[in-house]
C-alpha cells in the first residue's frame, strides 16, 4: 500500500505481531490521509453549532455505537474509518484514527495523545485533543474529560 492512495474499506492497517510503540505510532501517522480520504463522506453529519458540540457528536457516536475491543498484546490491529463502522467494533487506535479524521475533514486542527498509566513511560493508550483542548477519549467516561496519567505525548496530525 502506498502512502495517499486509498485503501479498501474492507482492510484493517496491521502492525506486526512484534511490533513497538514507535511502529503503532508511525502507522498511525502514516495512514492518516488514507483515514480523512474515507470518513470525508461522513464527516458533515457530526459537524455541529459549535467545535465542542462537533467534538462531542464523535465521541457520542462512538461510545454508543462501537464497542471497544482492545488487541492482544501480540497483536496490533488498526481499522480505518469504513471498517470501523462496517464492524461496529475497535480500540483506541481506531478510535483515534476515525475521530482526526472527521475532525480534519471539518477544519478542526487537533493531535493524536498517547498516554501511559504506570511509571513506565511507554504509551498503553491513545485518544485525540483538539489544538484548543476538547478531549475526544470514548474510550473513558466522560467527554472532554480523561483518566489521570503518569505520562502524557502529543503527535500533532
Not at 26 to 48: C, D, E, H, L, T
Not at 123 to 145: C, L, M, R
Amino acid at each position: 500500500m502506498r502512502l495517499g492512495k486509498p485503501i479498501a474499506s474492507s482492510q484493517n492497517i496491521v502492525v506486526k505481531k512484534s511490533g513497538t510503540n514507535s511502529d503503532i505510532i508511525q502507522a498511525m501517522v502514516k495512514y492518516m490521509p488514507n483515514a480523512i480520504y474515507q470518513a470525508n463522506k461522513r464527516a458533515s453529519i457530526f459537524k455541529g453549532n459549535t467545535e465542542t458540540e462537533t467534538c462531542n457528536n464523535i465521541w457520542s457516536f462512538l461510545k454508543h455505537n462501537i464497542k471497544y475491543v482492545e488487541d492482544s498484546v501480540h497483536f496490533q490491529d488498526i481499522r480505518l474509518p469504513d471498517r470501523l463502522v462496517k464492524d461496529r467494533k475497535g480500540d483506541c487506535k481506531s478510535f483515534s484514527m476515525f475521530t482526526a479524521a472527521i475532525l480534519k475533514n471539518l477544519g478542526i486542527p487537533c493531535k493524536f495523545v498517547f498516554t501511559s498509566y504506570t511509571a513506565n513511560k511507554t504509551p498503553q493508550h491513545v485518544y485525540v485533543e483538539t489544538d484548543s483542548g476538547i478531549i475526544i477519549d470514548a474510550v473513558w467516561k466522560k467527554f472532554n474529560s480523561e483518566k489521570p496519567y503518569t505520562y502524557k505525548y502529543y503527535k500533532k496530525i
